[in-house]
């Protein structure tokens, strides 16, 4: 085998996000994955550093996040609305993404597959919700640089994705949510 994983990785930035909605800007999955890993990297030192709770290490999560969408590098983006229609399709779409991951597994080196694996396949149950509370905050990012451009398209995404977020009932992200988030909404000489 030629070891296409790493190769598969750089063709994440082919992979546009939020497909079904006009954008302002566009964003790829690359520069997602990137924004969610400086963001779940900040939420578990925010879980351990601020609130001096128990949690997993911001290192091991800003990892998981950087491969957190990997297997969309052979699904594609599949939009929210479609995915989480019902539970029978979001049973499906983990299935489908299971496949793609394990298939991209098995185009890593076969000595580093172990290392890979609780990435790709999401397997660290310590670190998943921190990655999936960072996931949910690059969206809801997302919805207020679109609105803070005038794009009105993203109004009914915050409303959702904030009642999402508010739902993980993760006091880190509720810290977040109370302390930074209003910085993304001014502009650089603001900031």
């Not at 497909?19 to 879980?47: C, D, K, P, T």
């Not at 949690?55 to 699904?75: K, Q, W, Y």
């Not at 983990?94 to 999401?122: C, D, S």
């Not at 999402?164 to 910085?183: G, I, K, Q």
């Amino acid at each position: 085998m030629a070891n296409e994983f790493y190769a598969m990785m750089g063709r994440m930035r082919n992979i546009t996000r939020w497909s079904l909605m006009r954008n302002s800007f566009a964003e790829n999955v690359q520069e997602h994955s990137f924004q969610v890993a400086v963001l779940a990297h900040g939420l578990a030192l925010i879980r351990r550093e601020i609130l001096l709770l128990p949690g997993p290490d911001p290192d091991r999560c800003a990892v998981a996040a950087l491969f957190h969408d990997a297997s969309e590098t052979l699904t594609g983006d599949m939009p929210t609305p479609i995915k989480y229609y019902n539970p029978q399709i979001k049973s499906a779409y983990k299935q489908v993404e299971r496949v793609a991951g394990e298939r991209l597994l098995n185009m890593a080196p076969e000595a580093l597959r172990p290392a890979y694996q609780p990435l790709i396949l999401e397997e660290d149950a310590e670190v998943t919700p921190v990655v999936k509370a960072a996931d949910k905050l690059s969206a809801y990012i997302k919805c207020v640089e679109e609105q803070k451009a005038g794009n009105t398209e993203f109004e009914c995404a915050a409303q959702q994705t904030m009642h999402a977020m508010r739902e993980m009932y993760r006091p880190e992200l509720d810290w977040f949510l109370e302390h930074c988030l209003e910085a993304f909404s001014l502009n650089l000489d603001q900031l």
